[in-house]
């Protein structure tokens, strides 16, 4: 079977790592000039970790071994502890923190020469009979038996499906990069993160002496700076000076990241949320990744997700049988548990900081672990740990 994915991210990549290795025909279009391979410091939990070795990207080397996520207020009041080698033992497979351009080309690099093709951008789809076409502005057109929308968030075939139903803005944004900070700031294995009324600050190795680090503020559409601790974004004279302001007099190691970094390490990320579609595709067409439930970073579980519906495309589709009935299965197996994911993403998107810390407080001083939930979080939002089989939903579709 002929398959196209549009766009080159994990879901792209992944979803044709392991239709490949089902015996289909895959390539890849990706509308830019390369692998988009910046980015962001990742967390791939067990399913993440599974998924890989499955798809038989080697994940030996890749970042950094995750064993604890230690959260803090503020002023360093200690929330939580969650160690993460009873989560790890459960499920047969580490947590791994990493850059995501590192993953990125790993994935990339074990596609066959020639099935990824850059520089070509989606601007037509014409479904015909057994047939999907795509049309790229360059003047080059492909037929394929099934087309894969993995072109993110903003994505031309979702829009092709089911027209301008765009990603909103939750009022929260991050602030984020990937440094090589001159004194050691994330220890080795683990994740440190703050709370506050005025914000969030996460902080974790990715490997190779980097550290991944991000300021999540208030934010409104259209602000090129973070607020101060007034509301203001018109007072600092840059960008690392408004953060200093709002983080400066937060626990070590804030003061000291604050110190290590420039306004060009700075990234801005709008945290952006999918309404939930009530189908993910249509015929032989469907949608993976961002493209379908672009979730809040705060959630930890983006690329997780991605993963997960490439390795459910590459098992529906895996053995002979109607691509269309093969389609719907795997969004009937996937969507229940995103649709799970993205509400609890939104929770925690509306709740303020102040709400959160009090309710980890209370826990705290009455001894209460987070790491059961923890583990329920990450089995709740993934088919790969539960062993959700697609053909048993083939049977019932």
Not at 92 to 100: Q, T
Not at 244 to 254: D, E, K, L, Y
Not at 293 to 321: C, F, K, T, Y
Request: hydrophobic letters at 40%.
């Amino acid at each position: 079977m002929k398959v196209v994915v549009i766009g080159a991210g994990v879901a792209g990549v992944g979803a044709a790592l392991g239709l490949l290795d089902a015996g289909h025909d895959v390539e890849i279009y990706e509308q830019a000039g390369e692998l988009r391979a910046a980015g962001n410091g990742v967390i791939l939990w067990p399913n993440g970790t599974g998924i890989l070795r499955e798809l038989g990207v080697d994940i030996d080397g890749l970042g950094v071994r995750m064993d604890m996520i230690d959260s803090r207020t503020d002023d360093g009041y200690s929330l939580a502890r969650i160690r993460l080698a009873s989560v790890a033992r459960r499920y047969g497979s580490p947590s791994v923190l990493a850059a995501r351009g590192d993953l990125l080309r790993r994935m990339a690099d074990r596609l066959p020469e020639g099935r990824l093709h850059f520089g070509r951008r989606c601007v037509g789809i014409a479904e015909e009979g057994d047939g999907v076409t795509v049309v790229f502005a360059e003047g080059h057109s492909v037929t394929c038996d099934v087309l894969i929308g993995a072109d993110g968030h903003r994505s031309v075939v979702r829009r092709h499906l089911f027209g301008e139903r765009p990603a909103e803005y939750t009022g929260w944004a991050s602030w984020h990069g990937i440094t090589k900070p001159p004194i050691e700031l994330a220890g080795s294995h683990h994740v440190q993160s703050f709370f506050s009324s005025d914000g969030v600050c996460g902080l974790h190795p990715v490997g190779d002496g980097r550290v991944h680090w991000v300021f999540e503020t208030p934010w409104a559409d259209g602000e090129a700076a973070p607020r101060d601790v007034d509301g203001r974004t018109d007072r600092a004279p840059s960008t690392v000076d408004a953060l200093r302001s709002r983080f400066g007099g937060w626990a070590s190691p804030v003061p000291e990241l604050l110190d290590s970094i420039q306004d060009e390490d700075i990234t801005l990320f709008p945290h952006i949320l999918h309404g939930l579609l009530p189908r993910w595709g249509v015929g032989r067409i469907t949608l993976a990744g961002d493209a379908v439930h672009a979730i809040p970073p705060r959630a930890a579980m983006g690329v997780n997700q991605a993963l997960e519906d490439a390795w459910m495309l590459s098992r529906v589709l895996a053995e002979p049988g109607d691509p269309v009935r093969q389609l719907l299965a795997y969004e009937s197996v996937r969507r229940p548990r995103v649709e799970r994911l993205v509400a609890r993403a939104l929770r925690m998107e509306r709740l303020q900081s102040r709400t959160l810390i009090k309710a980890a407080v209370w826990l705290a001083k009455r001894g209460l672990t987070f790491a059961g939930p923890g583990q329920l979080a990450i089995g709740a939002s993934s088919n790969y740990l539960n062993r959700d089989l697609p053909t048993s939903q083939l049977r019932s579709v």
